[in-house]
T-cell receptor, first 113, second 115 residues
Framework: AQSVTQPDIHITVSEGASLELRCNYS??????LFWYVQSPGQGLQLLLK??????LVQGIKGFEAEFKRSQSSFNLRKPSVHWSDAAEYFC???????????FGTGTRLKVLA | GAGVSQSPRYKVAKRGQDVALRCDPI?????LFWYQQALGQGPEFLTY????????KSGLPSDRFFAERPEGSVSTLKIQRTQQEDSAVYLC?????????????FGPGTRLTVT
């Protein structure tokens, strides 16, 4: 069965520190991978996506993610976190020819001033 | 419109009441999706429309849940005889493609609380 695992429920980092949020997926076909961010009371905003090609993808707000097929991972990174990055982050997976997303349970990021 | 809009943003219903949640997708978007997001969880797929056709309703948790999109634009998710376990945020998303998976654009959601 398809699944997405975000092992870290909560992460706290200091402003200016680097960030890595983990995402592992279980999928038989070539996955399409997404990272979304959700601020309190807001909908999901797409940060970046991977369909094919270069395994390091750049997104908005200075985020990037790397697809590692051998590890079934798609970790999200940011070199220097800003206080405004505090939010919940969701990894999602889909596949070519379908329309469904499978979401992870999310990682809540707290940023210390 | 500029983005996906949903109304109401918050809804409190007494157990047993019927509720209707509205979604206005991005103008011209063919595909529309409903998700349910329980507290502390990721969104879970409920149903999918391509234009006015409901192509997949496999995620609807019970026959109390019903969705429609009669003219291929605005959609309504109706929940009859609400139960406490229906309390969640209901997210609507739209996509410009006709079925192919590309990014979906999400609305702000409707937070439903059943008391």
């Amino acid at each position: 069965a398809q699944s997405v695992t975000q092992p870290d429920i909560h992460i706290t980092v200091s402003e200016g520190a680097s960030l890595e949020l983990r995402c592992n997926y279980s999928y038989g076909a070539t996955p399409y991978l997404f990272w979304y961010v959700q601020s309190p009371g807001q909908g999901l905003q797409l940060l970046l996506k991977y369909f094919s090609g270069d395994t390091l993808v750049q997104g908005i707000k200075g985020f990037e993610a790397e697809f590692k097929r051998s590890q079934s991972s798609f970790n999200l990174r940011k070199p220097s976190v800003h206080w405004s990055d505090a939010a919940e982050y969701f990894c999602a997976v889909g596949t070519s020819g379908t329309y469904k997303y499978i979401f992870g349970t999310g990682t809540r990021l707290k940023v210390l001033a | 419109g500029a983005g996906v809009s949903q109304s109401p943003r918050y809804k409190v219903a007494k157990r047993g009441q019927d509720v209707a949640l509205r979604c206005d997708p991005i103008s011209g978007h063919v595909s529309l999706f409903w998700y349910q997001q329980a507290l502390g969880q990721g969104p879970e797929f409920l149903t999918y429309f391509q234009n006015e056709a409901q192509l997949d309703k496999s995620g609807l948790p019970s026959d109390r849940f019903f969705a429609e999109r009669p003219e291929g634009s605005v959609s309504t998710l109706k929940i009859q005889r609400t139960q406490q376990e229906d309390s969640a945020v209901y997210l609507c998303a739209s996509s410009g493609s006709g079925g192919r998976l590309i990014e979906q654009y999400f609305g702000p959601g409707t937070r439903l609380t059943v008391t």
